[in-house]
Nanobody
């Protein structure tokens, strides 16, 4: 059974840091691009960061320089290090597998999703 289980969310003040983890199981982890998405209340889900099978990482402009995506292939675990957090980073963060970026509309997509972990940043 394919599973993605996120952890590490919480409530922090602006300027703080959090580290999200995503434990993957049930599929050949290293065969797929992985990513993090988030959804704020009343807004569409957006891609935050992605890492391809060759370890190339990409980021949304809004998080560049503040967030870092990494993958521990030995542990089948994806991470998102988030620093200098802002209130606008608040949202439900979802881990995703089999991700791709559509250049035609500038949108990230994925086929497998975790349940999410909540991140709340207060000012």
């Amino acid at each position: 059974q394919v599973r993605l289980v996120e952890s590490g969310g919480g409530s922090v003040q602006a300027g703080g840091s959090l580290r999200l983890s995503c434990a993957a199981s049930g599929f050949h982890y290293t065969n797929y691009s992985m990513g993090w998405f988030r959804q704020a209340p009343g807004k569409d889900r957006e891609g935050v960061a992605g890492i391809s099978t060759d370890d190339t990482s990409t980021y949304a402009e809004s998080v560049k320089g503040r967030f870092t995506i990494t993958s521990d292939n030995a542990k089948n675990t994806l991470y998102l290090e988030m620093n200098s957090l802002k209130p606008e980073d608040t949202g439900m963060y979802h881990c995703a597998a089999d991700c791709w970026y559509e250049k035609t509309n500038g949108t990230w997509y994925a086929t497998v999703w975790g349940q999410g972990t909540q991140v709340t940043v207060s000012s």
